[in-house]
Each structure stands twice: as C-alpha cells, then as structure tokens.
C-alpha cells in the first residue's frame, strides 16, 4: 500500500528564511506527486504536481520541489519564505494511474514577521 | 469558476445520532471525492465517483457510513450511526478528468467539520 510520510510536524521560521519540508513515499512503481497547501481559514489548494519530465518542478508563490526517485523523496523548497506562507503544506501521492491520492500527515509552517 | 461547495460547515452531533453531508463539484467535473481528515493527519480518501458511479469505496466504513452521487452530479455523505471517533473534517473534492486519468488535479471545498459528543 502507498504512503506518505512528512519529516517535520511544526516548522517555524524567520521571514526570508529558506524552507525545506522533507516527504518520502513508500510505492513500488511509477507514481505521480503533490504538494498541496492549506492557509488559515482556507481549502486545500494545489502548489504544485509532479507527472513526468524534469525532476525540478517549479509552482505557485516561488515553490518548487525535486522528485528525486533513488531516495523515494520529493521535498519542497523556498529560497525565501515570507509571513504569509503560514500554512499547512501536505504532500500526497498516486500511482501512475488513477487518481487516489494518499496524503501525508501535514506540516504547519509558522513564519515569524 | 465557482468552487466545489459544501454544507454545512459546521455540525456538532451526539454520538449513536445520524448525520448527512452534501457536495456541489465544480460543474463538469467527472469525478467526486469525499475524504475524512482527522485532528492532525493528512485527507484519507474515504469513497470516489465517476459520474454516478462509485469507482472506490475500499476504506469507506459501510457498516455506519453511505454516500451517493444523484445524476452524477451533487453527492451526499451519510453517517448513522455516529461514534466518537467519527469527528473529523470531511472534505469533498472534484476533477474534470476521467478517475483512470493520469494525476489529475483534485480542487477541494472548504470541507464540513463534524464534532460528536
């Protein structure tokens, strides 16, 4: 069975810190990846997707992500992160095809002004 | 574009009651999806339609729990009865593309947040 799992619960940072959320999934065969995000008080929208092609996948608000397919992993990264990516980022995964996505646990970034 | 829409937003039950969700998707939108997302994990997909028609309903509690796609289009989530357990926000989310589709992007509500004494 596909799962889905988050390094780190609760980040907090500095703004203009750099972000790095770690996620590995545990699949045997090709999949396809995502990083959603939840800002308070609103739904789960998308950051960004992985399907195929560069690895480096870049997304909304200067997010990008690197599927790196030796490690299982697809971590999500910011050079600079500012108070209003206060959130909560989910990772999720599908197989190849069909679209049941398995979600990670969460991580609630808190970024200090 | 209106987004995917549910009520109610908040519902607040006693346990061994029952409970009804509803869902609008984004119009067109082929597949329908609920998820429970319990206090500090990530969305578990609970049932998936296709149109009027239940694609996976593998970790859908079936003994308490049922849900239905009416014309393929609005859907209701159903619990009766209620346990403790049960409290969780339930999502619901939509996508245009068929459920075998590749990856295709899910766009969520803002989800029902049921609490059960």
């Known amino acids: 069975a596909q799962s889905v799992s988050q390094h780190n619960h609760h980040v907090i940072l500095s703004e203009a810190a750099s972000l790095e959320l770690g996620c590995n999934y545990s699949y045997g065969g090709t999949v396809n990846l995502f990083w959603y995000v939840q800002y308070p008080g609103q739904h789960l929208q998308l950051l960004l997707k992985?399907?195929?092609?560069?690895?480096l996948v870049k997304g909304i608000k200067g997010f990008e992500a690197e599927f790196i397919k030796s490690k299982f992993s697809f971590n999500l990264r910011k050079p600079s992160v500012q108070w209003s990516d206060t959130a909560e980022y989910f990772c999720?995964?599908?197989?190849?095809?069909?679209?049941?996505?398995?979600f990670g646990a969460g991580t609630i970034l808190r970024v200090k002004s | 574009e209106a987004g995917v829409a549910q009520s109610p937003r908040y519902k607040i039950i006693e346990k061994r009651q029952s409970v009804a969700f509803w869902c609008n998707p984004i119009?067109?939108?082929?597949?329908l999806y609920w998820y429970q997302q319990i206090l500090g994990q990530g969305p578990k997909l609970l049932i998936q339609f296709q149109n009027n028609g239940v694609v996976d309903d593998s970790q859908l509690p079936k003994d308490r729990f049922s849900a239905e796609r009416l014309k393929g289009v609005d859907s209701t989530l159903k619990i009766q009865p209620a346990k403790l357990e049960d409290s969780a926000v339930y999502l619901c989310a939509s996508s245009q593309m068929p459920a075998s589709a590749r990856g295709n992007e899910q766009f969520f509500g803002p989800g029902t947040r049921l609490t059960v004494l």
């Open positions: 992985y399907f195929s092609g560069d690895p």
């Open positions: 999720a995964v599908t197989g190849e095809y069909g679209n049941k996505l398995v």
């Open positions: 119009s067109g939108h082929a597949t």
